[in-house]
């Protein structure tokens, strides 16, 4: 089993913002996350891939994702937080392209434990 280590979150105010990492060994071809509210569903947020970005609409313009594949590293910046983008937020790692699912959870191979992020209001 991939162990997969994140960190960065916590507790921030309205307008805040934080970034959440997530390392593992290994090269993967995507790397992503995605968040869970309580009494909500996990959500697809953000995925990176070799050549690609992704965001769910809610995130765009203030979530960036980003990775150093010489640290096996990806990031999460989030910018300009609201109390809805509270969530665990976990992330998610697949290791082989051919697969254009990058919202769906079901084509990851990997998860992190969750990190929780709280926006107050």
């Known amino acids: 089993q991939v162990q997969v280590v994140e960190s960065g979150g916590g507790l921030v105010q309205a307008g805040g913002s934080l970034r959440l990492s997530c390392a593992a060994p290994?090269?993967?071809?995507?790397m992503g996350w995605f968040r869970q509210a309580p009494g909500k569903e996990r959500e697809f947020v953000a995925a990176?891939?070799?050549?690609?970005?992704y965001y769910t609409d809610s995130v765009k313009g203030r979530f960036i994702i980003s990775r150093d594949n010489a640290k096996n590293t990806v990031y999460l910046q989030m910018n300009s937080l609201k109390p809805e983008d509270t969530a665990v937020y976990y992330c998610?790692?697949?290791?082989?392209?051919?697969?254009?699912?990058?919202?769906?959870?079901?084509?990851?191979?990997?998860w992190g434990q969750g990190t929780q992020v709280t926006v107050s209001s």
């Open positions: 998610a790692l697949r290791l082989l392209g051919g697969s254009s699912s990058y919202a769906s959870s079901r084509d990851y191979n990997y």
């Open positions: 990176i891939s070799w050549s690609s970005t």
């Open positions: 290994g090269r993967y071809y995507r």
